[in-house]
Nanobody
């Protein structure tokens, strides 16, 4: 099982980034896919999630209207489109796969996003 995030980097405030999380080793369509982030000295927090059954999404209030999660089941990949980035969005971003019928879950290794001028 592998979840490999990519797309992180340094961006100026107000800029955009798109993160990708490529999955392998499990049946992607039976897993909800979510994005978390962890800033230095803070606990890991949920950014948003995509339901496995219908692809519906939900987001943390702090990113609503700025971030969008999408998934491509044909490519076993989930994306996090981040717009209007703020310095407080700086964190390591992780994707997580959670089985829809069991507590089984997997984490990626994370990708750093830094928002700074």
């Amino acid at each position: 099982v592998q979840l490999v995030e990519s797309g992180g980097g340094l961006v100026q405030p107000g800029g955009s980034l798109r993160l990708s999380c490529a999955a392998s080793g499990f049946t992607f369509t039976t897993y909800a896919m979510s994005w978390y982030r962890q800033a230095p000295g803070k606990e890991r927090e949920l950014v948003g999630a995509s339901n496995s059954a219908d692809g519906s999404t939900n987001y943390a209030d702090s990113v609503k209207g700025r971030f969008t999660i999408s998934r491509d089941n044909a490519k076993n990949t989930v994306y996090l489109e981040m717009n209007s980035l703020k310095p407080e969005d700086t964190a390591v971003y992780y994707c997580k796969a959670t089985h829809q019928w069991s507590p089984l879950s997997y984490w990626g290794q994370g990708t750093q996003v830094t928002v700074s001028s």
